[in-house]
C-alpha cells in the first residue's frame, strides 16, 4: 500500500489556474503509475489524468486535454497537476490515485488520497 495526502486546492476564478500536488509513501514511488480523479457533486468520480512511472507518458480525458497538466518528481515522490483556464464545471473533489498497473489507474485503482476541494466561480 501507498499513503497518498494531497494539497493545493482552493476557490479560484474561472479562466484561473491552480496546482495540485500529490505526495506519496510508504512504498516505491516510481513502481507506481499516477492518476487524478475528480468527483463533482451528484456526479461519479471520473478519471482525469494519469503519468507513467518515469513520467514519460501522460494521458487525459477530453474534458481537460490542452488545459491540464500532469507531472511527477520521482525524487519527491510527488505527482502534480496543473490545472489552466479553469471553468465552473472543473468544480469537485480532486483525488490523487496510485496503481502500479496503468490499466486499472485508469479505471480502478488501489490507492486513493483524501482529496482537496477544487471550487471555480464563474
Known amino acids: 500500500q501507498v499513503q497518498l495526502v494531497e494539497s493545493g486546492g482552493g476557490l479560484v476564478q474561472a479562466g484561473g489556474s491552480l496546482r495540485l500536488s500529490c505526495v506519496a509513501s510508504?512504498?516505491?514511488?516510481?513502481?507506481?503509475?499516477m492518476g487524478w480523479f475528480r468527483q463533482a457533486p451528484g456526479k461519479e468520480r471520473e478519471f482525469v489524468a494519469a503519468v507513467t512511472w518515469s513520467g514519460s507518458n501522460t494521458y487525459y480525458s477530453d474534458s481537460v486535454k490542452g488545459r491540464f497538466t500532469i507531472s511527477r518528481d520521482n525524487a519527491k515522490n510527488t505527482v502534480y497537476l496543473q490545472m489552466n483556464s479553469l471553468k465552473p464545471e472543473d468544480t469537485a473533489v480532486y483525488y490523487c490515485?496510485?496503481?502500479?498497473?496503468?490499466?486499472?489507474?485508469?479505471?480502478?485503482?488501489?490507492?486513493w488520497g483524501q482529496g482537496t476541494q477544487v471550487t471555480v466561480s464563474s
Open positions: 490515485a496510485a496503481d502500479p498497473s496503468i490499466v486499472k489507474l485508469t479505471t480502478t485503482p488501489n490507492n
Open positions: 510508504g512504498r516505491t514511488f516510481i513502481a507506481y503509475v
